[in-house]
C-alpha cells in the first residue's frame, strides 16, 4: 500500500467514529410525543426551543457534510487501489518479446 492509501484509511477512519458520534448525539423528530407520554410537563420556553432547533439543524448540516466526504473519500480509496493493482504497461518489454518472436521464426 502506498502512503496516500494509509492516510486517506486514517482520514476515512477518523470520519467513520465522527459520523457515528454525529448521528447518536442527534435528537429524535419525536422527542415532543415522548414527552407528553411519559408525563414530562415542558417548562422551556419558546425561545430555548427555537435556540435548540436552530443547534439542531446545524449539527444534521454538519452529519450530512461529513458523509459526502466520507462517501467520497471510499470512492478515492477504492480508485486509489484499483489504479496501484493495474499492471504497468511497459513498452520495451513489450518490442523485445515482439523481436525475440520474430527472429526464432526466421
Do not use: H
Not at 470520519?15 to 414527552?35: S, Y
Not at 449539527?59 to 496501484?84: D, G, M, Q, R
Not at 493495474?86 to 526466421?106: F, G, H, I
Request: proline share 1%.
Amino acid at each position: 500500500m502506498t502512503i496516500l492509501q494509509y492516510i486517506i484509511g486514517a482520514v476515512i477512519l477518523v470520519l467513520a467514529v465522527v459520523l457515528i458520534f454525529m448521528i447518536t448525539r442527534q435528537q429524535g423528530k419525536r422527542k415532543g410525543l415522548e414527552n407528553v407520554i411519559s408525563g414530562n410537563s415542558s417548562t422551556n420556553s419558546y425561545l430555548n426551543k427555537t435556540e435548540a432547533a436552530k443547534k439542531g439543524k446545524k449539527f444534521e448540516k454538519w452529519t450530512v457534510y461529513c458523509s459526502i466526504v466520507f462517501v467520497v473519500l471510499v470512492i478515492a480509496l477504492y480508485t486509489v487501489t484499483s489504479l496501484a493493482k493495474l499492471p504497468s504497461s511497459d513498452t520495451s518489454s513489450a518490442a523485445d518479446t515482439s523481436s525475440v518472436a520474430s527472429e526464432t521464426q526466421e
